[in-house]
């Protein structure tokens, strides 16, 4: 089976975050399985009481307390979902040299490429055991690898992370942060401010602050990064209930994404700090919230073997990224870990999301020589 017609098998699968994975954790399993891998997989319910599973299958070595390998090639099952009026989102078509469809590029496409790779290697011959880890709902939070992390269900020396990077290995990345901001007023009737607080008008004041945070957070950079600095931003703000109602509600969606190194909760603190300065300003302000989200970065050494191996492979210097990965819980794992996969990360999400013929091609030949390097040699 070509890499195209994997790819074609694994689109045709609907695994859209809010659904179940178990179609799709179904079929590599029996892949796997095929090629001469152990499969086991690893069950929990979501929040919304909806069953999905984390798949590992291993060569080389049996599992155990203690699994360990060599290398894991790592990718993530689910898909974002897509616009009703795509007809062939699920259906892999093939136009000018790319694959359109749903997944196509994030990230079935390392997917396909990583079964195309392990199929080229005589697994009877690893000299060091080999893993290939595919986890649920990295789109809606990291869920899945999260789990996998938390449970140590293996430990593995190197890891290659399937994310759109254009094939440009990506050694670093930045982690990813949310929180929501309630603030509470007193509603009033307009025409008599003083009967009321606006929780608006507080929401301006903590806003006003949050930049000024987010200036002096770029004090503190990492060079290998652009923008080099842990970036803030407030993307959704909602508050009020009439234009002649004093406002008694605001919220806001604070997210940030800080530089390896750097701890998340840095910018809880510095929000803390913030509600505190304008608390004792402002007696009536009532501000309260929920950290949701707190993922941190990772950093792979310059000098590691699989770095310096991925750039002899691709011609290309490792960079890095700004979005997030399931590379930091792999690191969790013990792991150097590298992000790199076929595509552009500019076109996933969309409606017409693809991947690059070549890319996908040339993704094969990457993976297999580094399997053949890593654990073959």
């Given at each position: 089976m070509t890499v195209q017609q994997t790819l074609a098998e694994l689109v045709a699968i609907d695994s859209v975050s809010s659904r179940s994975n178990l179609s799709i954790a179904g079929y590599l399993a029996q892949h796997c399985e095929a090629l001469g891998f152990s499969v086991n997989d690893f069950p929990y319910t979501d929040a919304n009481g909806i069953e999905k599973v984390n798949l590992i299958a291993l060569a080389g070595t049996e599992f155990s307390d203690t699994t360990g390998v060599e290398?894991?090639?790592v990718g993530h099952t689910d898909t974002v979902p897509y616009d009703p009026t795509w007809e062939d989102a699920l259906k892999l078509t093939e136009r000018q040299g790319k694959l359109f469809g749903r997944g196509a590029c994030d990230t079935k496409a390392f997917i396909a490429a990583a079964l195309s790779a392990v199929a080229a290697v005589n697994l009877e011959q690893l000299k060091h055991p080999l893993a290939l880890v595919f986890t649920a709902d990295e789109e809606i939070g990291l869920v899945g690898a999260k789990r996998l992390a938390k449970a140590r269900a293996l430990q593995t020396r190197y890891a290659i992370v399937g994310e759109p990077t254009s094939l440009r290995p990506m050694r670093a990345g930045k982690g990813y942060c949310?929180?929501?901001i309630l603030i509470k007023g007193r509603e009033g009737h307009s025409a008599y401010p003083a009967l009321g607080t606006s929780a608006v008008f507080g929401a301006a004041r903590l806003l006003t602050k949050i930049e000024e945070m987010a200036v002096r957070l770029r004090s503190d950079e990492h060079a290998a990064f652009d923008p080099p600095c842990t970036t803030l931003n407030v993307g959704l703000i909602r508050g009020g209930t009439a234009k002649n109602v004093i406002a008694g509600?605001?919220?806001?969606?604070?997210?940030?994404?800080?530089?390896?190194?750097?701890?998340?909760?840095?910018?809880?603190d510095l929000l803390y700090q913030a509600i505190e300065a304008e608390t004792a300003l402002h007696p009536a302000f009532v501000?309260?919230?929920d950290a949701a989200r707190a993922d941190e970065g990772f950093e792979t050494s310059a000098d590691s073997r699989l770095v310096s191996l991925l750039e002899e492979l691709t011609g290309r210097e490792a960079g890095t990224v700004a979005f997030g990965t399931e590379a930091a819980q792999m690191a969790e794992l013990g792991a150097e870990a590298v992000v790199i996969g076929a595509g552009d990360i500019r076109v996933a999400h969309r409606t017409g999301e693809f991947v690059p013929v070549d890319e996908l091609e040339k993704c094969v030949e990457i993976l297999t020589q580094t399997v053949q390097r890593l654990c073959s040699s």
């Open positions: 290398l894991a090639l949310v929180a929501e509600e605001c919220r806001m969606t604070l997210e940030w994404r800080p530089i390896p190194g750097q701890e998340p909760s840095r910018v809880l501000c309260e919230v």
